[in-house]
């Protein structure tokens, strides 16, 4: 990823490495000015994002292999699949580690914020 420009080719591997690199910084930089729990969270909410991401793109990946009548239900079950261990792992956290919600909702988002930057500056770069 160094030394390599952005482009479409390699939009994936910045937008993932983005991602983790912001979720550590945030959550390194608010657990050192707000707490410790705030910034954990964070940087888990970056990085739970991230999975749920990668796990997201190779599930379509699989289904664009399949055949076409059996492409949809193996992408919904997937989909329910990944919902479901989503919905558990956040419970987990939640519930019995005791994460700060706030700083969970924030990590989750900057994947978000991510993708909104990156189509900004492809747009933007080509004159758009």
Known sequence: ??????????LFAWLVGGSLVVSAVAGAGCALLISGKFGGSLFIGGVLATANFLWMRRGVEAALQLQPRNASRFAVLRYLLRLAVMAVVLYLLIVRLGVDIFGLLIGLSVLVLNITVFSIYLSTRKGG
């Open 1 to 10: 990823m160094t030394g390599t420009r952005l482009n479409e080719s390699n």
